[in-house]
C-alpha cells in the first residue's frame, strides 16, 4: 500500500529560543518543517536519498490512550513513499537516544499504537535515532551538507542585479568528458580540461554542482574531496 498524503496534519511553531525551523525541499519544491536540529538532519539524508520518492512531515494523527488511561493523539515525524513499488513506506519518529531511554514508558504507548497503525495499513513503523544520523551516517552527513551549498545554487543567481559569472557551458564539457572514462577522480577530470587555475576554480565549483543534483555519481559515504571517484550518473 502506498499512503499519499499531502497536508501535514500540524504545524510546527516557530520559537526564537527553540531549534524548529523550515528547509526548502528541491525534491518537493516546498518548505519542510523541522521542530529539531536531528529532524533537520534527517531531512538533509532523506533529501539526497534517491531510493526516496517524496515524504511529509507531521502526516498523521494515530490515537493511542496513555499510561493514566486518557485517550491521546499520536503525531509522528515523518511519512516517507518510495519509488521501489515493492518496498513498503514508512512511518518514522526521530529522537535523540537519551530521550528515547528517558521517557520509554511515556513513548511506548504511541510506538505501540504506530506499529498496530502501520500493520493494518501495510506500512513500516521505524525509530531513528541520533546514533544513526550523526554516528552511523556521519560521514554522508557531512557530504550532503557540504553539497547542498551548490544544489540549488544557479536556480537562486539574479544575473540582472550581479555581476557574478559561471560559463556553465563547462558543464557540458565536464560531463562529455566523464564519459570517456568509466571512472575517474575529480582532479584527473579537471587536469583533462584545462590547465589554468582560475578556470580550474570554477570547473570544481560545477562539477560539486553536477554531483550536488545527480548527474555525476561518487560514493557518497567516503569523504568527499577532489580524489574522489566520480562517473556519469
Known sequence: M????????????????SLSGQ???KKLN????FESSLEKDFIYLIEFDTEVCTYLEQPIEIPYVDSDGKKRKYTPDFLVNYHDKFRKDEIIEIKYESELLKKKDELEGKFESARKYCIANDLVFRVIDDTYIRDEKHILLKNIKFLSR???????IDYDATNLHFDTSYACILLDKIEQFESCTINQLINTITNDWEKKAE????????IANNFIECDLSNPLNLNSAIWKN
Open 203 to 210: 570547473i570544481i565549483f560545477l562539477t560539486w554542482y553536477l
Open 23 to 25: 528547509i526548502c525541499s
Open 150 to 156: 551548490y544544489r540549488d545554487f544557479f536556480d537562486k
Open 30 to 33: 516546498k518548505s519542510i518543517q
Open 2 to 17: 502506498t499512503l499519499k498524503l499531502k497536508k501535514r496534519v500540524r504545524e510546527i511553531s516557530f520559537k526564537s529560543s
